[in-house]
């Protein structure tokens, strides 16, 4: 997979959201603990975490951007990348992953030319993949929003996600 992303939009953040954060951040920093609370204010404020906010919020409270970005990471509440309006995620819990998620995945991320965790620059579709969704015995499954596909094959993809670009 490529290292660079040309897909990714660039981040847009505005004069009036940075206002908003380091108001909120105003309102907690001194309260023990709250870190999480203001990452929590920075992505409601931004639809996610990337790293000038996750930075902003460093140099605002003095807490390193590797704690804030081990926090991000680790809390799957937190996304590092702005959310589609389409939101895909391929199961690879172990059913699916036997039945050949990892060859869905890569169709999809082929499709869309994003990787798992990322989202297309036009906003339409962001990819992730999840555990088990206790629908084993339609192996592989894809989500797209709260449509579920089962018996997913590579060459369905581009149909389905086609159908979602067109609402
Ligand atoms: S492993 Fe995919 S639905 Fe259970």
């Known amino acids: 997979?490529?290292?660079?992303?040309?897909?990714?939009?660039?981040?847009?953040?505005?004069?009036?959201?940075?206002?908003?954060?380091?108001?909120?951040?105003?309102a907690c920093k001194d309260i023990p603990g709250s870190l999480m609370t203001i990452m929590q204010h920075a992505q409601e404020i931004y639809g996610y975490l990337p790293i000038q906010v996750q930075t902003m919020i460093s140099d605002a409270t003095g807490h390193p951007v590797e704690e804030i970005y081990s926090i991000a990471t680790f809390y799957s509440m937190f996304n590092l990348f702005p959310q589609g309006r389409h939101h895909i995620s391929v199961c690879m819990g172990t059913t699916c992953y036997v039945k050949g998620a990892r060859n869905i995945l890569n169709r999809v991320s082929e499709v869309l030319g994003i990787s798992g965790g990322e989202c297309t620059?036009?906003?339409?579709?962001?990819?992730?993949?999840?555990?088990?969704?206790?629908?084993?015995?339609?192996?592989?499954?894809l989500?797209?929003?709260?449509?579920?596909?089962?018996?997913?094959?590579?060459?369905?993809?581009?149909?389905?996600?086609q159908k979602y670009r067109n609402l």
């Open 143 to 161: 989500l797209v929003d709260d449509d579920v596909y089962g018996h997913v094959e590579v060459d369905q993809i581009e149909g389905i996600l």
């Open 121 to 141: 620059s036009d906003g339409l579709f962001s990819l992730d993949v999840c555990r088990c969704v206790g629908a084993c015995g339609l192996a592989p499954v």
């Open 1 to 26: 997979m490529s290292m660079t992303h040309p897909q990714i939009a660039p981040f847009g953040g505005t004069p009036e959201q940075k206002a908003q954060l380091m108001a909120a951040i105003a």
